[in-house]
């Protein structure tokens, strides 16, 4: 899987290839002075020492070792500057390619991934990879560049020397090779444990209410610090590799040097060498193994990169399905037909079989039906998250939706589900969503027309009050009323509810049901009602049976006929009556 991760990260960093090249040849610059810095230093001890020279005769070569020094150590920092300003920019450039992907995959295939996976993989996943495109990448290019440069002078020096470093240096990447498969799994492993520690712990957190509740809240936390043990046992064994590796590495570099030492000291008690040539290679042999060295360090870098990135490039790889591209022209109202749909999920049964219904303009029709007959599915198509297998979707009897933009699509509509999302941040801004550009007073009047004006201006601080993520703060009636606030905002021809008064009290419904009333003048408005109330007060009832059409009509003329809409309202008073005795149903 590697030999595959590593050509895409390194097409991903071609995106800035001219900062990664640059910063590259830095490195690569810096790292070649080291060999004109040891023959100067070669120079400077075989005068001082055997050439008795004082210190005014060698100042050129102190002058030019100290040049050297400072060129060198400003040449490593603009490396470490420029490839770390680079993988910013990869780093940058993956998020937003991500975060599009995810977004132009739509809700329904997102729904498979845990978002704590999703965050994960976007910022610890990817900060991953900047020691990898920092660091390891200019080390590629530094075991190449450098060990040939030293070999190429050492050879005509002293071929002997020469031979012992090129026997031992390979050695090196060699014993890599073979730690790296087993790396490779323990850094996979690491980060799949970090990925479902992030995924538990972000619902503990969303469920700590009902942990409470049931008396759960220390179970977790022991099942919390088990995952935490795990992650902590799993990056201890990838460092114990690293660490190991380290030293091995270590041991055939000083091994080697120590050769190259014993064979020079012999050498010399000979006379069968001079004190230039032997210092010299002296101080190039460890050099030569410095970017070798500077590889192993940095291949764990590679390692937990592969391991983020695979798991960065499974949500890449996941399919966008094909949308169109016609742009929506300007509607006075509309009409929606579909013919005959046909829509199941991956790896799933039907949910929609051969479904044929229409949506007046200007009415409001409810989709009634017994829990997984395909309300929610049949929304999901309407609104553009899904696309039916067979049959087709008609606006105003020309237009197909599977053609039309779906950004242009929805432009013109709204969508309230049963439990709309707000944001962390002001009510105002939670409003604005449906109309960023809207002034204040428009957001007071969408606030007003959706009955949530009360209850906002009573707020500390009105319309500028801080809420919680997903709405923590306000009550479900008030998170409801102002989802449709949003909505009165956009002012949309198409409103989609998804059964917008569950789980709601009666006085909250009640202001629900009147604020839906008032956005329902003059748009074309489809409701999943879960609710007979709200089916009893639209215009039209579409009744579904195992995905299809099993009655539709105005609920008057359902209620009185012996069928599928008559059995589900009778259902639904009797479960009123058992948990409301005495209750009648609201019309």
């Known amino acids: 899987m590697s030999e595959r991760i590593d050509p895409r990260l390194m097409a991903e960093g071609r995106r800035t290839r001219g900062a990664l090249y640059f910063g590259i040849g830095l490195g690569v610059s810096a790292a070649l002075l080291v060999i004109l810095q040891a023959v100067l230093l070669a120079h400077l001890v075989r005068d001082v020492a055997f050439g008795h020279q004082n210190l005014a005769a060698v100042a050129p070569l102190l002058w030019g070792l100290a040049g050297l020094f400072g060129l060198r150590a400003a040449l490593s920092y603009a490396s470490e500057i420029v490839a770390f300003k680079a993988s910013g920019k990869i780093k940058t450039y993956l ?38 495109f920092s660091r390891y990448v200019p080390q590629m290019a530094l075991v190449v560049a450098v060990p040939l440069a030293i070999l190429a002078l050492v050879f005509p020096v002293d071929w002997i020397s020469a031979l012992i470093l090129l026997g031992a240096g390979p050695l090196i990447p060699l014993f890599m090779v073979f730690v790296g498969y087993r790396a490779e799994a323990i850094n996979q492993k690491q980060w799949q444990k970090l990925l479902l520690m992030s995924a538990h712990f972000l619902d503990v957190l969303q469920g700590l209410t009902t942990l409470k509740l049931f008396g759960r809240a220390r179970d977790e936390i022991g099942i919390v610090a088990r995952i935490s043990d795990d992650y902590r046992k799993t990056t201890m064994a990838g460092l114990r590799v690293a660490f190991l590796t380290s030293a091995v590495l270590e041991f055939f570099a000083s091994l080697a040097i120590a050769l190259v030492a014993v064979v020079f000291g012999a050498r010399l008690l000979h006379g069968n060498i001079d004190f230039y040539p032997a210092f010299l290679v002296l101080l190039l042999a460890p050099e030569y193994f410095v970017p070798l060295r500077g590889l192993s360090t940095h291949y764990h870098a590679r390692m937990s990169a592969i391991a983020a990135a695979r798991r960065m490039f499974d949500v890449l790889d996941i399919r966008v399905a094909n949308t169109g591209t016609a742009p929506l022209p300007p509607l006075d109202a509309i009409d929606i037909v579909c013919e005959d749909l046909h829509f199941a999920y991956e790896a799933g049964a039907p949910v929609l079989d051969g479904l044929s219904c229409r949506f007046p303009a200007g009415q409001m029709t409810a989709i009634v039906g017994a829990s997984g007959v395909g309300k929610t599915s049949l929304a999901r198509l309407l609104l553009g998250f899904a696309k039916p297998e067979q049959g087709r979707i008609v606006i105003n009897e020309t237009l197909d939706l599977a053609e039309l933009a779906p950004e242009s699509w929805w432009q013109c509509l709204a969508w309230v589900p049963q439990n709309p999302r707000l944001f962390h941040g002001s009510i105002a801004a939670n409003i604005r969503l449906g109309n960023p550009q ?31 993520d997903l709405g923590q703060g306000l009550s479900g009636g008030q998170i409801q009323r102002i989802a449709l606030a949003r909505a009165f905002l956009k002012n949309p021809q198409l409103l989609i509810l998804d059964e917008a008064t569950a789980n709601l009290d009666l006085e909250s419904e009640a202001l629900v049901l009147e604020a839906i009333a008032d956005l329902a003048v003059g748009r074309t408005v489809i409701v999943i009602a879960h609710r007979m109330a709200m089916a009893e007060r639209a215009d039209n009832v579409l009744v579904l049976e195992a995905g299809r059409v099993a009655a539709y009509g105005p609920p008057a003329q359902l209620r009185t006929a012996d069928g599928a809409y008559a059995r589900l309202l009778q259902a639904y008073e009797g479960d009123a009556e058992i948990s409301n005795p005495g209750a009648e149903l609201c019309v």
């Open 438 to 468: 809207a002034d204040d007073e428009a957001v007071r009047e969408a606030a007003s027309k959706a009955r949530a004006l009360a209850f906002i201006t009573a707020q500390p601080e009105g319309f500028e009050t801080i809420i919680g």
């Open 95 to 132: 998020r937003q390619t991500i975060l599009n992907h995810v977004l132009k995959l739509g809700p329904v295939p997102a729904a498979d991934e845990q978002s704590a996976d999703l965050a994960g993989t976007m910022i610890e996943g990817i900060e991953a990879l900047e020691p990898y």
